[in-house]
């Protein structure tokens, strides 16, 4: 059974940092863009950051542009979201997902082309 397990999460002060790791079991998705996405109460999921297989490709959401760093060890068979500088509007549930087709970079970050899914850390900034 394939599986995505994310840790990491937290409580921070703005400003503060939290690092994010997601590792899958069951499979390998070495091959697939993996992907990072959050959903804050009362608003839709949206995607934060993306990856591809090497690390030689990145996709980034404005909001958290320079902000944010994601990386992957396919050795490890894991993915990180390096979250720095942190506001109270990052507040939210985040979610490690995998593309559903191999060997395609993802731009996008649309919810639709990912298939597996984790089931989410919470992520709370305070004032």
């Known amino acids: 059974q394939v599986q995505l397990v994310e840790s990491g999460g937290g409580s921070v002060q703005a400003g503060g940092s939290l690092r994010l790791s997601c590792t899958a079991s069951g499979d390998t998705f070495s091959s697939n863009t993996m992907a990072w996405f959050r959903q804050a109460p009362g608003k839709e999921r949206e995607g934060v950051a993306g990856i591809y297989t090497g690390g030689g490709y990145t996709r980034y959401a404005d909001s958290v542009k320079g902000r944010f760093t994601i990386s992957r060890d396919n050795a490890k068979n894991a993915v990180y979201l390096q979250m720095n500088s942190l506001q109270p509007e990052d507040t939210a549930m985040y979610y490690c997902?995998?593309?559903?087709?191999?060997?395609?970079?993802?731009?996008?970050?649309?919810?639709?082309?990912?298939?597996?899914w984790g089931q989410g850390t919470q992520v709370t900034v305070s004032s």
């Open positions: 997902a995998a593309y559903s087709r191999s060997g395609v970079f993802d731009m996008s970050l649309r919810l639709s082309g990912y298939n597996v």
